[in-house]
């Protein structure tokens, strides 16, 4: 029997989940361990990426423009990144991020390998599939966000406002979820689907975001020596 969208969401997300030891830097937020310049620079790095990664998602929704259920998910995405940049910056103020600090900050390669991985399959992926890669790494970036959120109030004394940004993306967004399931779903209808792209595709974004946590754990590492 042929599988339904939503059957196919769920068991590629499921492959495609990372290990559980791949992130070292959420475990140290969660017991308050990680220092307050790197959540700053957390901050300054999301900065780069919500901005790189809502053009990419603009571009996306562009190219599928003769596929109105996938260019509708990635216009959402694409504003959903608005609004999680507006919250950032309650994130960024309470962590110290000033506009001196902001203008002097290099962002690190490591972290922003994962956006540039993303304007790679804006320009070079193949939106239906790029759906499906996004959308099994967002499963466990939530889960992040979620496990920061709590941490951010309960050990750092954050706001609410301050912790709106994680927040944003800690639950599941119900009208997303039925978008790409459409999406998904037209795709396969229309036989445009290569699950082997999609494995390559989730693989690699799987990578790069272990990568983005992993070099902000090396610099509070490397402040601790």
């Known amino acids: 029997m042929a599988r339904t969208a939503r059957q196919l969401l769920e068991t590629t997300t499921g492959k495609l989940a990372p290990d559980p030891g791949a992130n070292r830097l959420v475990p140290l937020v969660a017991r308050g ?12 790095e ?18 599928a423009a003769e596929e109105p259920e996938t260019a509708a998910w990635f216009t959402a995405l694409a504003e959903g990144e608005n609004l999680a940049g507006q919250r950032l910056e309650a994130f960024a103020a309470a962590c110290g991020v000033n506009e001196q600090r902001t203008v002097a900050y290099e962002p690190l390669p490591g972290c922003q390998a994962y956006p540039a991985y993303v304007a790679w399959l804006a320009l070079n992926g193949s939106p239906s599939e790029v759906v499906l890669a996004l959308h099994a790494n967002f499963s466990a970036w939530g889960g992040y966000c979620a496990t920061i959120a709590a941490a951010l109030r309960r050990h750092y004394g954050f706001t609410d406002e301050a912790c709106a940004f994680f927040d944003f993306f800690a639950e599941p967004d119900p009208a997303l979820e039925r978008t790409a399931t459409a999406a998904v779903q037209a795709a ?16 690699l974004l799987r990578s790069y975001e272990a990568m983005f946590w992993h070099t902000l754990w090396e610099r509070e590492v490397g402040q601790e020596d």
């Open 46 to 63: 999301q900065r780069w990426v919500i901005a790189a990664d809502r053009r990419s998602f603009l571009y996306l929704a562009d190219r």
């Open 188 to 203: 396969l209808d229309a036989g445009r689907l290569s699950e082997d792209l999609v494995r390559r595709y989730g693989r």
């Open 33 to 44: 361990a990680a220092g307050r310049d790197t959540l700053a620079a957390l901050a300054l």
